[in-house]
């Protein structure tokens, strides 16, 4: 028989599910929030345009010295055009100009200044932070960056008392003895000449090309130079193969900034060079620079050709600058690859 089925249980009705509301935000605070958000994009707006505008008057300056140098030289491009950098006269009186004496001495001092400082300065790079003993490491690289806060008029000083004499009395005499026979010294022994400009601005960028050397050493990764040295290289092979072939692309950068600033040098030069616009095999002959000539008779022009071909002259000196640097990107671009100076670091 079957059992009566049990009572059924009163099951509560379903009860409706509680929503949580989400409170509104005061209408002050939406009005605090889209105030912030515009003053943000305000700002924005405000540091793009600082940024641009940097940028734009960089280039506007240079257009603007551009446009100055090619119109007040208006009167000696007229006169004599292009051959105007191919002309060795310098006449003022006779109102004969020709720029190429300044140009091959400013091209022939840089050229030395680079040979003598160049591995000067790397060595010095590579002896304080390869070599060096951590004692003498900091005053050491504080000395040599002091050469750089050195004004160059007192450069020139030392040069004439000092280095002139030395050169005058020992070096030239025995550079005429003993590699007379290239032809790049001989003549006399004056101590005022080619060399002397060269020495001296050597001097002037070794602090340079020291300065950006050492800190491209520093970033070389440590675990390149114990590579090497795991390999059995000597600590010499270690340095070329481990350290200086990775940065390569920023000791170019410094060559170049150091060949900039030798380009450009004035005083330092002029009291040593000579200053005797003529072309010669020599070193020991004196020369004359573009910087140089601007200085010392840019004040003592007498007619608007003799001005206009002295403006030339530094519109010469502009473009040598821009063509060297240009030829050393490409250098630099050569010895890269195509490679960032990060990435070869």
């Not at 009566?4 to 949580?20: F, G, L």
């Not at 160049?118 to 932070?129: D, K, N, R, S």
């Not at 003549?187 to 001097?203: D, E, R, W």
């Amino acid at each position: 028989m079957a059992l009566p089925a049990p009572p059924r249980p009163d099951m509560p009705s379903s009860q409706p599910i509680e929503t949580n509301k989400v409170s509104e935000i005061p209408s002050a605070g939406r009005r605090s929030a889209h105030s912030s958000w515009a003053r943000g994009e305000t700002g924005d707006k405000i540091f793009q345009f600082a940024m641009l505008g940097c940028g734009l008057a960089v280039l506007g300056t240079l257009a603007l010295i551009v446009y100055e140098l090619v119109l007040r030289s208006g009167p000696s491009w007229h006169a004599f055009g292009f051959k105007f950098f191919a002309g060795r006269d310098w006449d003022p009186v006779n109102e004969q100009f020709g720029a190429l004496p300044f140009i091959y001495g400013t091209l022939v001092s840089s050229l030395l200044a680079l040979i003598i400082a160049v591995p000067l300065a790397v060595g010095v790079a590579v002896f304080t932070t390869e070599m060096c003993p951590k004692v003498l490491r900091g005053p050491l690289s504080f000395f040599v960056e002091l050469l750089a806060a050195i004004p160059s008029v007192v450069y020139g000083l030392w040069a004439i008392f000092v280095l002139v004499p030395i050169l005058s009395n020992y070096v030239e005499p025995f550079l005429s003895r003993t590699l007379g026979w290239t032809g790049f010294f001989t003549g006399p022994s004056y101590g005022i000449s080619m060399l002397a400009a060269g020495i001296i601005l050597a001097i002037m960028i070794i602090p340079i090309i020291s300065s950006i050397t050492r800190e491209v050493l520093m970033v070389v990764p440590q675990h390149q130079r114990e590579a090497a040295l795991a390999l059995g290289a000597t600590r010499w092979e270690m340095i070329r193969m481990g350290v200086l072939r990775n940065a390569r692309a920023g000791i170019m950068g410094g060559i170049i900034l150091g060949l900039g600033r030798a380009l450009g040098e004035t005083m330092a030069v002029t009291m040593v060079i000579g200053n005797r616009p003529e072309i010669a095999k020599s070193l020991f002959a004196p020369g004359y620079t573009m910087a140089s000539v601007l200085a010392n008779e840019f004040s003592e022009a007498t007619g608007d050709l003799n001005l206009a071909a002295l403006i030339e002259i530094g519109l010469a000196l502009f473009l040598v600058t821009i063509v060297v640097n240009a030829l050393a990107r490409l250098l630099v671009w050569t010895v890269t690859r195509g490679q960032p100076a990060r990435a070869n670091a």
